[in-house]
């Protein structure tokens, strides 16, 4: 049994604290442009800012300011990026550069400076190389071992993390803006910016695997291996865990409840549940759960060659059911569309994700060297019109992503080679690349790099 390691930022209600007056800068306070940062330009010269105001904690970019009213943070070489907090009593300052010095203002339009403290070791032995500009920030695995969540902003520098004890296997920004994050096969941990854990739950029943997700009324939907007997063969088959706020389980969905007659067969698929589930079949392999914007589920299914739409509304009697699948032809499911387009078909795919516009995303992981891709499907009547491809440089065999971006383009995720690329709806150079990797040597599987926006 592995020790979860996650601790609580130093924050508190501020009852029991007496404030001090504020820090006085030693240079000229009489300027109002310094004290409160245009949208563009300068802060000034900031450099006698003092420092001592904002107290360390036990993470090395989050720092408590004792204050009541409005803070106001931002990196000292960049006075438009932002953060907005209402203090009581103190608040637990986030969203820090690692590289270099933030700048806070109180209420009363003072300003104190903040120094990024020493990253624990396994946080500063990630490399991360970056070019460009990306749409978003974004949440993704410690390359280092695959522990921790770390944050980078849209240019690929570290502005958050969150420190554990074993691989994150899945992430999840929530409609309240918190992490949910899956810890090894059996641990559901929810934390916020400020670093409190806000739910921590365990000993499941079935291993939990690949992804997690949060719909609006606060339900999470946890994927799940379970071994079935069917017709003397065993085989591993996905369901969902339908947990409440509280970490309660509400509801249950079960794959084996939803296949046609006829669907389970005998054949050699994956090995990924061998050492888990022993001589069964891993015929499904979910990999995706994503909420769609109606609040229904979208499912990717990587050895079906399948992507499923249920019914939302977890705990009521319609949840759950199978609206539509899209399946690609060598796939286990009779598809609802028929796949047209230029190359239209896809193999053990990941990721399926449904827009605003009833349009189907996935990464494409292809078989064999193929060249691995996103690609979008325009779901119209009874086809699935292929809307637009993005090409990776990459075979990426192994998991992956492809989340729209606000323009149409897409954001990439290539597991097995550390690296994630931005394109732009019509582009095949990408508008911003990120390579991981991790100074002590091998670097662990990139799940997912998940967009955040508002950072």
Request: net charge negative; aromatic share 8%.
């Amino acid at each position: 049994m592995w020790t979860l390691l996650f601790f609580l930022a130093c924050s508190g209600d501020g009852s029991d604290v007496t404030e001090p007056d504020p820090p006085t800068p030693t240079g000229d306070t009489g300027d109002t442009d310094t004290a409160t940062p245009p949208p563009t330009g300068t802060t000034g010269d900031t450099a006698e800012v003092p420092t001592g105001w904002c107290a360390p904690t036990t993470n090395a970019l989050r720092f408590d300011c004792p204050a009541t009213g409005t803070l106001r943070w931002w990196p000292a070489d960049d006075p438009t990026r932002v953060h907005t907090a209402e203090a009581d009593g103190s608040y637990v300052i986030w969203g820090i550069r690692s590289d270099v010095d933030t700048l806070v203002e109180l209420p009363d339009g003072s300003l104190t400076r903040v120094v990024p403290g020493v990253l624990p070791q396994r946080i500063d032995d990630a490399l991360m190389l970056a070019t460009g500009t990306a749409s978003t920030a974004m949440a993704l695995p410690n390359p280092c071992e695959g522990q921790d969540l770390l944050v980078v902003d849209d240019e690929g520098r570290l502005v958050w993390y969150e420190e554990f004890q074993a691989g994150v296997a899945a992430i999840d920004i929530t409609p309240d803006g918190t992490f949910l994050v899956l810890i090894g096969g059996a641990r559901l941990i929810e934390v916020d910016v400020q670093g409190n854990a806000l739910l921590n739950v365990a000993d499941f029943e079935h291993p939990m695997h690949h992804d997690v997700s949060r719909d609006e009324d606060g339900f999470t939907y946890a994927l799940y291996a379970e071994r079935i007997s069917h017709e003397g063969e065993d085989y591993v088959l996905d369901g969902l865990y339908v947990l409440d706020r509280d970490g309660a389980i509400v509801d249950d969905w079960r794959l084996y409840d939803h296949l046609p007659a006829g669907t389970l067969v005998p054949g050699e698929r994956g090995f990924y549940w061998e050492g888990k589930f022993p001589g069964a079949i891993d015929f499904s392999h979910g990999n995706s759960v994503e909420v769609a914007p109606d609040g229904g589920l979208m499912l990717s299914f990587r050895w079906l060659h399948s992507v499923m739409k249920v019914t939302g509304g977890a705990t009521t009697p319609q949840f759950g059911t199978v609206e539509w699948a899209l399946a690609a032809p060598q796939g286990d499911l009779v598809s609802t569309y028929q796949l047209v387009g230029d190359d239209p078909r896809f193999d053990g795919q990941h990721h399926a994700t449904l827009d605003e516009q009833g349009r189907v995303w996935l990464f494409d992981n292809g078989e064999g060297d193929e060249v691995s891709r996103a690609m979008r499907f325009d779901l119209d009547g009874t086809d699935a019109p292929v809307g637009a491809t993005w090409d990776h440089t990459d075979a990426c065999p192994v998991q992956g992503a492809a989340y729209p971006t606000a323009d149409d383009g897409v954001l990439l995720s290539c597991s097995t080679h550390g690296e994630i690329r931005e394109l732009g709806p019509s582009e095949t150079t990408p508008r911003f690349s990120l390579d991981l990797a991790c100074a002590t040597g091998r670097t662990a599987l990139l799940n997912r790099a998940v967009p955040i926006d508002d950072w």
